[in-house]
């Protein structure tokens, strides 16, 4: 048991990214308001945005930049992969970012541009304004 929560300590900002995907995937199942549901939406990426970066993280690791006496091309002495970090992680989150806020505006006018329609945002009052439009 207490191996279980030495594992858990060492490791909570795990535990937190699955807590907040797990309030987003909450929300976005579970509520009927259509903003309520892009809020949730934007939690459970920015949760895995912080997963990806978390995980792209590295103890006493440098930028990779290698810089040397015989510059770029040089023949120096053997370098250790292991003392750099990945950048790859950090640069796809940042685009990751990008789309995400993209995602959320567009989002957002839609619901804008539903509510200027139907003056409302809960989805069973808009499934069945829809419904009886289609019977009509």
């Not at 549901?37 to 990779?64: D, E, R």
């Not at 750099?84 to 989150?93: E, F």
Request: glycine share 6%; proline share 2%; net charge positive.
């Amino acid at each position: 048991m207490t191996e279980l929560f030495m594992l858990i300590a060492a490791k909570y900002n795990y535990c937190l990214y699955v807590i907040l995907m797990m309030i987003g995937l909450y929300a976005m199942i579970a509520k009927n308001n259509l903003m309520k549901k892009l809020v949730g939406m934007n939690i459970f990426q920015t949760a895995i945005i912080l997963f990806y970066v978390s995980i792209g993280f590295k103890h006493n690791a440098t930028i990779p930049i290698i810089m040397g006496d015989h510059g770029h091309g040089g023949h120096g002495a053997a370098i250790n992969a292991a003392d750099y970090m990945n950048p790859l992680p950090h640069v796809l989150m940042l685009t990751a970012i990008v789309v995400s806020v993209a995602t959320l505006g567009v989002a957002m006018a839609l619901c804008v541009k539903v509510y200027q329609r139907y003056q409302t945002l809960e989805e069973d009052e808009l499934r069945m304004r829809l419904s009886e439009k289609i019977k009509s």
